[in-house]
């Protein structure tokens, strides 16, 4: 039997700019688009779809190098953050702005041609979407997020589409932001090429495959992008780090002060500290363990409510079928 076409829906690039934490902020990744795409052939996925937050210039940069090569098709997408949360949009020719209402931004991601998907729905630690995604003509969502290692937040996401089954695609994406944290987890389809993943999340007939990456992977990453912000901001305090076009990360190093810089490299050796990470990773992972607890107390009772409100919208709707 032929083997599924492998895709990666959901990974970043050094065009998703900053976070922050508290009082630090840092970069979401510093791994350009090419390294993207040269990773995604070395782990042998068909389809690669760059979805960098409210930003799609290093999808088309990705999609223009992977031309190069015809093992790999690279999708345009968009994770944009909404009022309600996060959305993202696959197959776009356009960014979308930031804190539209969800309607507003699967109208525009659907305008352009695309689909749209929620990542990672339910989430106890970032933006999902939580029921809203109910209200919306959302062509599939995650059930598996590369980022979820908790117990909670990708467990409900499958119970539900498991309920409810071919009324949205199920999608497994890495929500990878480093090399260290791709390749546990895709979704399969059958064909190979981007139109093939196109019809199967249209006939809702993806196959999501995998597990989040190891907390390890998170701690590496972290590591990564102190690092590589570090490696910026010193070539940025020497006057040699020029401006990309639509690259926010770059333009924010050099849009900060001197001294800022400064802080921010010698914080960057404090957090290196091995005891410091550790305790840094050791602290993160407890607080989402607690947080899974506490939301899977009540998890029978949300399930309840999210059937009776899909129940709802498929009466409104008056086939059933929505
Ligand atoms: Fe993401």
Redesign the pocket.
């Known amino acids: 039997m032929e083997r599924m076409g492998k895709a990666d829906t959901?990974v970043?690039t050094d065009y998703s700019g900053f976070n922050s934490l508290g009082l630090m902020s840092f970069p979401e990744s510093v791994i350009d688009p090419a390294k993207q795409v040269d990773d995604a052939r070395r782990r042998g996925l068909d389809v690669l779809c760059i979805?960098d937050?409210n930003e799609v210039a290093g999808g088309i940069l990705a999609q223009k190098y992977a031309k190069k090569f015809d093992d790999i098709d690279v999708v345009v997408g968009d994770?944009v953050m909404t009022d309600q949360g996060?959305v993202i949009g696959l197959w776009l020719t356009e960014k979308l702005k930031k804190w539209l209402s969800p309607e507003e931004a699967v109208d525009i991601i659907h305008e352009q041609g695309g689909l749209a998907i929620a990542?990672h729905p339910f989430s106890v630690h970032v933006d999902g979407m939580q029921e809203k995604i109910f209200d919306l003509p959302i062509e599939g969502f995650e059930v598996i997020n590369g980022?979820h290692p908790d117990p909670y937040s990708n467990y409900l996401a499958q119970c539900i589409m498991d309920r409810h089954p071919g009324k949205w695609a199920a999608t497994s994406g890495s929500?990878a932001?480093s090399l260290f944290t791709a390749g546990y987890n895709w979704t399969e389809f059958e064909g190979r090429t981007e139109d093939d993943l196109r019809k199967a999340i249209l006939r809702k007939k993806t196959v999501p495959v995998g597990t989040p990456a190891p907390v390890l992977g998170q701690v590496q990453w972290s590591m990564e992008v102190v690092w590589g912000g570090q490696k910026l901001m010193y070539k940025a305090l020497r006057g040699k780090l020029p401006e990309v076009e639509n690259n926010s990360l770059i333009h924010k190093i050099n849009s900060i002060s001197d001294i800022k810089k400064a802080t921010g490299i010698v914080a960057g050796f404090a957090y290196e500290f091995p005891l410091t990470n550790m305790l840094a990773t050791l602290l993160s992972v407890s607080f989402l363990k607690r947080r899974a607890k506490k939301a899977m107390r009540n998890i029978d009772e949300r399930i309840a409510n999210i059937d009776r409100i899909i129940a709802e919208k498929e009466a409104a709707a008056g086939d059933g079928s929505e």
């Open positions: 959901h970043h979805t937050h994770e996060e990542p980022g929500d932001h």
